[in-house]
T-cell receptor, first 118, second 111 residues
Framework: DTGVSQDPRHKITKRGQNVTFRCDPI?????LYWYRQTLGQGPEFLTY????????KSRLLSDRFSAERPKGSFSTLEIQRTEQGDSAMYLC????????????????FGPGTRLTVT | QKEVEQNSGPLSVPEGAIASLNCTYS??????FFWYRQYSGKSPELIMS????GDKEDGRFTAQLNKASQYVSLLIRDSQPSDSATYLC???????????FGQGTELSVKP
């Protein structure tokens, strides 16, 4: 079990450019989540998938953001026409469909992608 | 009212003391509760999960849940300088769904 991986770890881009991030979940984890974290705040939910189905999107996710998980394995998060306010740590997490108890779906985070928009 | 509230700290305790971290949540139907530890510049690391009222112990960590009071806490016994980090409380209102995080409490353990 190699854990959740994310690529790239750091991305610096100019305002107006498009960026794409990749997340590879823990193998056999069917659920994959994207969060965004800014300095001094807890992570904020963006979207999540069960297998290839996108089950929920946050109202925070403007139409410049799109996420995919085409084969139910890795996922990509694309931000179009980046703005300085998009600068943040983008975190991916995965969980199994069932945890130690009926109500647990423990989420494990990857190392994150730090985005800086100049 | 924020959905999940934590004191931002910093909370400073001497080495060997008990650190007590608190969290309240607003959604009464919340199902699962988690504590994550986050070192500066790193991603959150799951340290405890709790689903039913009462205490759950794991090594030096004890999570406490009181659903009637909508309150979750984390106790760290015999605190070590390596415990210095931000502790995030997270709540899951729908099974398998998104986590709602508090802003985190910064803990500093002084040698």
């Amino acid at each position: 079990d190699t854990g959740v991986s994310q690529d790239p770890r750091h991305k610096i881009t100019k305002r107006g450019q498009n960026v794409t991030f990749r997340c590879d979940p823990i193998s056999e984890h069917n659920r994959l989540y994207w969060y965004r974290q800014t300095l001094g705040q807890g992570p904020e939910f963006l979207t999540y998938f069960q297998n290839e189905a996108q089950l929920e999107k946050s109202r925070l996710l403007s139409d410049r953001f799109s996420a995919e998980r085409p084969k139910g394995s890795f996922s990509t998060l694309e931000i179009q026409r980046t703005e300085q306010g998009d600068s943040a740590m983008y975190l991916c997490a995965s969980s199994p469909d069932r945890g130690p108890s009926l109500y647990s779906y423990e989420q494990y985070f990857g190392p994150g992608t730090r985005l800086t928009v100049t | 009212q924020k959905e999940v509230e934590q004191n931002s700290g910093p909370l400073s305790v001497p080495e060997g003391a008990i650190a007590s971290l608190n969290c309240t949540y607003s959604d009464r139907v919340s199902q699962s509760f988690f504590w994550y530890r986050q070192y500066s510049g790193k991603s959150p690391e799951l340290i405890m999960s709790i689903y039913s009222n009462g205490d759950k112990e794991d090594g030096r960590f004890t999570a406490q849940l009181n659903k009637a009071s909508q309150y979750v806490s984390l106790l760290i016994r015999d605190s070590q300088p390596s415990d210095s980090a931000t502790y995030l409380c997270a709540v899951n209102s729908r099974v398998g769904g998104k986590l709602i995080f508090g802003q985190g409490t910064e803990l500093s353990v002084k040698p």
